[in-house]
């Protein structure tokens, strides 16, 4: 099984290893490991989950936004580190 974990890089790390999807010197390739769960939740190979833990923090006040905030950098998402 995946052992306890507190983010999804954790996880996607994890399940890297396990399932052998490491780019050349060993690092984990995070885009392959989440290609790699959702084949195995899409062909029922994951038979259930667990939800994750309630937060306790509040998440602030919400308000109306006039502009778009900046374009998401994908790569800088998956970065190893």
Same mark, same amino acid.
């Given at each position: 099984?995946?052992?306890n974990?507190?983010?999804?890089?954790?996880? =996607? &790390?994890?399940?890297? !290893?396990?399932?052998?999807?490491l780019?050349?010197? *060993?690092? #984990?390739?995070?885009?392959?490991?989440?290609?790699?769960v959702?084949?195995?939740w899409?062909?029922?190979? =994951? &038979?259930?989950?667990? !939800?994750?833990?309630?937060?306790?923090?509040?998440? *602030?006040? #919400?308000?109306?936004?006039?502009?778009?905030?900046?374009?998401?950098?994908?790569?800088?998402?998956f970065?190893?580190?």
């Amino acid at each position: 099984g995946i052992p306890n974990f507190s983010t999804v890089p954790d996880f =996607l &790390r994890t399940v890297s !290893r396990q399932r052998g999807k490491l780019k050349r010197g *060993g690092g #984990a390739d995070l885009p392959a490991a989440a290609r790699c769960v959702i084949q195995e939740w899409s062909s029922g190979r =994951l &038979r259930y989950f667990t !939800r994750a833990p309630v937060t306790t923090h509040a998440t *602030g006040a #919400a308000e109306i936004l006039t502009q778009f905030a900046p374009e998401l950098n994908v790569g800088a998402f998956f970065a190893d580190g």
